[in-house]
């Protein structure tokens, strides 16, 4: 039978710290670009324009319909090689960082534009008619009138997709950065204690998820209550 030992765990807390420093910047970079990109892809789904319109469905369902980990696998033997030849970087770089959250904000932002999409749905047509009936164009509906009123419709669900990608943010082990997940594996491996820290980094992604997903149905209740 196992016997826990936990004594591996406040030594290696200020290497855990660094590893947790990456998930949240990897989550934060790709929250806000992926929201960003993700409205350019809602807005051109929704555009009359046909071409932008293919260019939008074909992007998102091709990202929604290929495995994260797959993406990222991609993008770490790709991207590394295109950044050194852009910017005249010497051979061997260590982008894996910057590969992950290229990866992540490209992959996620297909998902932020389906949620876009619906929350800009969600507001009533006459709302377009009356922004029409003031001289408004259609780019100055979307800033002024529809997005702000579709985004406050959309907060409790940006949010859970936040915390998704955060929990996800462990599959960058493929490409052997330390996020929280790699630093807790290579402390267990290293101390012959994995499965403590594991059981550890498990205890941490809950409390967090935990707490952030009542702070989402707190605000849910707020933005829409019964």
């Known amino acids: 039978m196992h016997e826990f030992d936990w004594s591996s765990i406040p030594g290696a807390l200020p290497f855990l710290w660094d590893g947790m420093k990456i998930s949240l910047e990897i989550t934060i970079q790709a929250v ?3 929201i960003v990109w993700g409205t350019l892809l809602a807005m ?21 319909a290929i495995p994260l ?30 590969s992950a959250m290229i990866g992540f904000a490209l992959f996620e932002s297909a998902y932020y534009s389906e949620i876009i ?11 377009i008619a009356a922004a029409s009936a003031l001289g408004m ?3 100055q509906s979307m800033r002024l009138v529809l997005l702000p009123q579709a985004f406050r419709n959309m907060v ?42 594991l059981l550890f980094a498990g ?17 849910q209740k707020k933005y829409h209550p019964a």
Do not use: H
């Not at 797959?70 to 005249?88: A, N, T």
């Not at 941490?204 to 009542?214: K, L, T």
């Open 203 to 219: 205890a941490v992604y809950f409390v967090i998820c935990f707490s952030a997903s009542q702070i989402v149905k707190r605000l």
């Open 137 to 139: 164009t259609y780019s």
């Open 69 to 98: 980990v797959m993406v990222l696998l991609w993008f770490f033997l790709i991207v590394p090689k295109f950044i050194e030849q852009l910017f005249g970087l010497p051979s061997g770089t260590d982008m894996r960082l910057a």
């Open 32 to 34: 806000i670009f992926g």
């Open 156 to 197: 409790p669900l940006l949010l859970t997709q936040a915390i998704i990608l955060f929990q996800d943010t462990s599959l960058v082990y493929v490409s052997a950065l330390a996020d929280f997940f790699g630093a807790a594996y290579k402390v267990g491996d290293r101390d012959g204690r994995l499965v403590e820290l």
């Open 117 to 127: 999409r619906a929350g800009i749905q969600s507001v009533p047509k006459g709302q």
């Open 44 to 64: 051109m789904r929704l555009s009359s324009v046909k071409p932008l319109s293919w260019f939008a469905a074909g992007y998102v369902n091709f990202f929604r």
